[in-house]
């Protein structure tokens, strides 16, 4: 996506408790399920409820099973997990709906997953799925994660018979989407024999889409960066690169761009 420096905005949030900093779930919907018994589907069956110990808000801490995960990623008060340690085919879902304007086409999401790997079939492992849908339910491209349990995942760590995802952050153009509600999902499951977990936690905000400047009148240097969580970057100079430094803009000041490539979720967009 092309966009310009738009020099002196205010960033302004505008998805409340999208990062959950009210403690709480407000404006999130919660829902559970099953993956069906002995085959690869998640169903649904329960909207509209949050359920304690499957639903779970968290605080700063570490992964109670992986010590080298932290509960919160930096920079937020708390995450949400999606699922728990539990077993019994069960599945749950966190969803946020917002409405798309000129002060929140970036839509910035971080996830990280602990899924249990008893070494099934692909299609019953333990799964995390993240999509974000337009107002026709139709899923936003390159926003699909769909991952389930399995050695040599490329990103993923391994421990013991858990595989499992440090945060990670993923940026989303929403620029096309002005005028329309947006949601993003998040969906965790067991496995499909009942016997393994699978659980996920989640954070998200949003903001203008822009290019941030790190310069006073009379420095030599200006910084420009382009927001965090996209795949390529390709400014107006050549350089592809997240920040590229520009000397003496006093003296020859001229526009400046960059283009940006969401991440791909599971494979190239």
Not at 55 to 73: E, K, S, W
Not at 80 to 99: D, I, K, P
Request: glycine letters at 10%; aromatic letters at 10%; a neutral charge.
């Amino acid at each position: 996506r092309l966009f310009s420096v738009p020099h002196g905005q205010v960033i302004n949030f505008s998805c409340p408790n999208a990062d959950f900093s009210m403690g709480n779930f407000t404006n999130w919907t919660g829902a559970t399920g099953q993956i069906i018994p002995g085959t690869g589907p998640i169903q649904i069956t329960v909207n509209n409820v949050i359920v304690p110990g499957r639903h779970t808000i968290m605080n700063p801490n570490i992964d109670p099973l992986v010590p080298a995960l932290a509960t919160v990623p930096g920079g937020y008060m708390h995450s949400a997990r999606v699922g728990n340690s539990g077993v019994g085919y069960q599945a749950e879902r966190l969803s946020y709906t917002f409405q798309v304007t000129g002060q929140n086409t970036l839509f910035e999401y971080q996830w990280a997953a602990v899924l249990q790997d008893p070494g099934h079939p692909q299609n019953v492992q333990p799964r995390i799925q993240i999509q974000v849908r337009n107002q026709n339910g139709l899923i936003v491209p390159c926003t699909f994660v769909n991952i389930s349990a399995q050695p040599g995942v490329p990103g993923w760590n391994n421990q013991g018979s858990i595989r499992w995802k440090d945060w990670t952050l993923s940026g989303i153009d929403l620029t096309q989407l002005v005028g329309q509600n947006v949601t993003i999902e998040i969906t965790t499951s067991d496995c499909g024999y009942g016997g393994h977990f699978g659980y996920g936690y989640i954070v998200a905000r949003c903001r203008p889409l822009q290019i941030d400047v790190a310069y006073c009148q009379g420095d030599t240097l200006a910084t420009l960066t382009a927001p965090a969580g996209f795949q390529n970057y390709l400014w107006s100079n050549g350089a592809t690169t997240p920040s590229v430094t520009v000397l003496n803009p006093h003296i020859n000041p001229i526009p400046w761009s960059v283009t940006i490539t969401s991440r791909p979720a599971v494979r190239p967009c």
